[in-house]
């Protein structure tokens, strides 16, 4: 009965390094979002992932940002060469097809802190 | 495109008195609104929706919400708050197609006084 499963919960990382996080989501879940939440832009789509089908990546917000998800299930979003603007709380969500995909349950987050 | 505005970053109750979160949107497709709460360090969690249907939708822990769509907007009330339901609230809409992806507000903080 695991919940969607994020890490790490926090990372510091110094400013050029290269990032991923994890996101284990609640199995059956075939709908996966990668979301960020910070100060200066409030909560912000990322990107979305739907069984075998391509990902929507509409939201990233440059092309350091990259994510996948592996066997359709575990997903990993990778930053590269982080910026300071980076810092934020990424969070994951998943969703099951009954009812539409209008449930999303979320991970508690990964807070990333570039310095 | 969708966006949504939540007015008042900060409401502050007190214990027992009734909760009005605001929340107007905006969407050019019938939308699909929703309500998420947010405790600290805690991630996002479903209140209520509304899809199609009844207007007036019910969720958890006693909140309510009422889809008007000729006011644009989708208000959560709670008749009396409890100390436990301080936390920050989002307010959230999408296009109700495959994806689903949610474009959120500001987010309401409340604060509930003894």
């Known amino acids: 009965g695991a919940g969607v499963s994020q890490s790490p919960s926090n990372k510091v990382t110094e400013k050029g390094k290269d990032v991923e996080l994890r996101c284990d989501p609640i199995?059956?879940?075939?709908?996966l979002y990668w979301y960020r939440q910070s100060l200066g832009q409030g909560l912000e789509f990322l990107i979305y992932f739907q069984g075998n089908s391509a990902p929507d990546k509409s939201g990233l917000p440059s092309d350091r940002f990259s994510a996948e998800r592996t066997g359709g299930s575990v997903s990993t979003l990778t930053i590269q060469r982080t910026q300071q603007e980076d810092s934020a709380v990424y969070l994951c969500?998943?969703?099951?097809?009954?009812?539409?995909?209008?449930?999303?349950?979320f991970g508690q987050g990964t807070r990333l802190t570039v310095v | 495109a969708q966006s949504v505005t939540q007015l008042g970053s900060h409401v502050s109750v007190s214990e027992g008195a009734l909760v009005l979160l605001r929340c107007n949107y905006s969407s050019s497709v019938p939308p699909y609104l929703f309500w998420y709460v947010q405790y600290p360090n805690q991630g996002l969690q479903l209140l209520l929706k509304y899809t199609t249907g009844a207007t007036l939708v019910k969720g958890i822990n006693g909140f309510e919400a009422e889809f008007k769509k000729s006011e644009t907007s989708f208000h959560l009330t709670k008749p009396s708050a409890h100390m436990s339901d301080a936390a920050e609230y989002f307010c959230a809409v999408s296009d109700g197609n495959a994806g689903n992806m949610l474009t959120f507000g500001g987010g309401t903080r409340l604060m509930v006084k003894p």
């Open positions: 199995s059956g879940h075939t709908a």
């Open positions: 969500a998943s969703s099951p097809p009954d009812r539409g995909y209008t449930e999303a349950f």
